[in-house]
C-alpha cells in the first residue's frame, strides 16, 4: 500500500512538472512570420479585411472606427483608441511609403504612455480568430498584448520574434533587414476568442506598425517560427 501511495506521489509530481512547463501562450495561438516579401498574410479566409492607414490625416486620433477596408456591410468592426498617424519617412510603414500607425510618445517623458488599444467586433456566425500586421523598426520592449473580456490570452513581443530568427541562419535574418532594422508581416492564428489588442512600448520610443489584418481564417498561410 505504502509503495502504491509513493508511485502515486511520484506519478502526480510528474505531471505537475510537465504542466508546468507547458507554455499556455502556444496552446492560445500559433505565430508565424511571414516570407519577407510579403506585406499581408498569405492565409486563406472565409472573411478578412486590411486597415492601411493611408486616408487618414496625419495626428492623434483618439477614436477611430475602422471596417477594415470592407464597408459598412462588411462583418468587422474595429474601434481604435488612442491612434497616432504619422506620415513615412524613411524607415516606417509598408514599402516606405504612405501613412503608419503608431501611439503617442514623447522623446522627452520617461513615464510610459498610454498604449494603443484595437477592441474588434464581428457580426459573422464565425469569430474573429485572426489578426496580422506589419511591424517595422522593431525596438527592444514593442510588444503586442491580446484580450478576451479584459482577461490577458497571450502577449508577444520583439525579443519573441528575435527568438524565432535565433532558431535560422544568419541569412534568413538578413532577409528581413533593411539598413539594419527588421521588418515583417506577423500572423497570428488564434484557437480561442480574443476581442481587445493593445500595442505596446517603452518610453521615449514608440511602435510602428502597418497593414492591421482581421478575419476569420480557414487555413494557415506561409511562415515560420
Not at 508546468?20 to 502556444?26: K, P, T
Not at 491612434?83 to 503608419?100: H, K, S, T
Not at 517623458?109 to 464581428?122: E, G, I, M, N
Request: with cysteine; aromatic share 16%.
Amino acid at each position: 500500500m505504502a509503495s502504491q501511495r509513493i508511485c502515486l506521489f511520484a506519478f502526480l509530481a510528474a505531471v505537475e512538472i510537465l504542466v508546468g512547463l507547458i507554455n499556455v501562450d502556444a496552446l492560445n495561438a500559433t505565430v508565424l512570420i511571414e516570407p519577407a516579401w510579403r506585406r499581408e498574410s498569405s492565409a486563406k479566409f472565409g472573411y478578412v479585411g486590411i486597415e492601411r492607414f493611408d486616408s487618414l490625416a496625419a495626428q492623434r486620433h483618439p477614436r477611430y472606427v475602422s471596417r477594415f477596408g470592407l464597408g459598412s456591410s462588411g462583418p468587422i468592426t474595429g474601434t481604435y483608441s488612442n491612434l497616432v498617424i504619422e506620415p513615412v519617412q524613411r524607415y516606417e510603414g509598408v514599402d516606405r511609403c504612405g501613412m503608419y500607425a503608431t501611439i503617442p510618445y514623447t522623446r522627452s517623458s520617461s513615464t510610459p504612455l498610454a498604449p494603443c488599444t484595437l477592441r474588434l467586433r464581428s457580426t459573422s456566425s464565425t469569430l474573429i480568430n485572426f489578426f496580422g500586421f506589419y511591424w517595422t523598426v522593431m525596438k527592444p520592449h514593442d510588444a503586442v498584448t491580446f484580450y478576451n473580456n479584459g482577461v490577458e490570452v497571450f502577449r508577444f513581443t520583439e525579443r519573441d520574434v528575435m527568438n524565432i530568427f535565433r532558431k535560422y541562419d544568419t541569412e534568413e535574418l538578413d532577409k528581413y533587414l533593411i539598413e539594419g532594422k527588421v521588418w515583417c508581416f506577423i500572423s497570428f492564428y488564434f484557437y480561442i476568442p480574443f476581442d481587445e489588442i493593445r500595442f505596446e512600448q517603452l518610453p521615449q520610443t514608440h511602435i510602428q506598425t502597418d497593414n492591421h489584418m482581421v478575419g476569420h481564417f480557414t487555413h494557415r498561410g506561409e511562415g515560420f517560427s
